[in-house]
């Protein structure tokens, strides 16, 4: 063997601890541990004893959820979430999904009457849109928002009803009589959603339409990089924004720090308070999760312990 070679080999054994060291953390269920509670000095000192050492709180678990797909598909075993739901006191998902809708609300999914998405995105791709959501009347689609076609579309064109899985696990928790708190209101996830302008939005849609076998690509990619518990290449690849300009890129990335990163630190606070009571069950959006943004970096940059649960 020659020297070079040898020297190459030696490279590539020495970097393999590092490269096991950093590789991606996979998981969809983590189970968190707040920080220890202490007494500050002062306390000490005014009471003049050590005070009792306080019990750890029960246990609580953080679920990334994914909002379209089967259980099969998913890889979830809902018996597994049920016994981690039935040993909780709260479950806390991000709105409630049996919120009555209110006709205040319309105007943030429906377009103008005199402003169809049609005109917006031109007859030929209001067609290839129709195709793509076989399942939703002509009228409905001339009045729904880019946003919210754009929502269908990665979700393979599945509407969100009684079997999806946060709706699944809020019925479960029902059922459960446990005490359910939502990290939002169903007005407040809409304007999340609704951020950025239609007219934006609406090029952002167009130039999805003319590549429309991109977003079929990417809705595979999700369920894969779901099924296979890999959220950080699933967030690389909603990143990537393949087949966008610069000039969509950059309207998505406004919608992404609305419906991710705003919504991550609006979320945060009340749930450290519950993790820190402890026998809370948390199931929000999958990529909610992971990122330098993300919940757990958050979690565990406060001092909470975040250990993936084999799922």
Request: hydrophobic share 45%; with cysteine; aromatic share 6%.
């Amino acid at each position: 063997m020659q020297m070079s070679q040898a020297l190459s080999l030696a490279l590539v054994f020495c970097s393999l601890p590092a490269l096991a060291q950093t590789a991606p953390e996979r998981g969809v269920l983590f189970k968190i541990t707040p920080p220890l509670a202490t007494e500050l000095p002062a306390q000490i000192e005014q009471e003049g004893a050590m005070p009792a050492p306080v019990p750890p709180a029960p246990p609580s678990y953080l679920l990334g959820t994914i909002h379209f797909g089967s259980p099969q598909e998913q890889g979830v075993d809902y018996a597994v979430l049920e016994g981690l739901l039935n040993a909780s006191a709260t479950f806390v998902n991000e709105a409630d999904v049996g919120s009555a809708w209110l006709p205040e609300y319309d105007h943030y999914r429906w377009l103008p009457v005199e402003t169809p998405l049609s005109g917006m995105i031109g007859k030929e791709h209001f067609t290839l849109a129709q195709a793509l959501l076989p399942a939703v009347q002509p009228k409905d689609l001339q009045r729904m928002k880019p946003w919210a076609v754009l929502a269908l579309l990665e979700a393979r064109g599945e509407s969100a009803d009684g079997t999806m899985m946060d709706a699944r696990l809020q019925q479960l928790a029902k059922a459960s009589n446990k005490t359910i708190v939502h990290l939002e209101t169903l007005e407040q996830q809409l304007q999340a959603l609704d951020c950025v302008p239609s007219q934006e939005q609406a090029v952002v849609l167009d130039e999805r339409l003319q590549k429309s076998w991109i977003l079929r690509i990417e809705s595979a990619e999700a369920m894969a990089f779901y099924r296979s518990r890999n959220l950080d290449a699933w967030l690389a690849s909603i990143d990537r924004m393949d087949g966008l300009s610069d000039a969509a890129k950059a309207i998505e990335q406004r919608s992404r720090i609305c419906l991710l990163e705003d919504r991550n630190a609006r979320w945060i606070g009340p749930l450290e308070t519950l993790f820190r009571d402890g026998g809370g069950f948390v199931a929000v959006g999958a990529v909610h999760l992971v990122g330098a943004d993300g919940l757990i970096a958050r979690l565990r940059n406060d001092g909470f312990t975040v250990e993936v649960v084999p799922f």
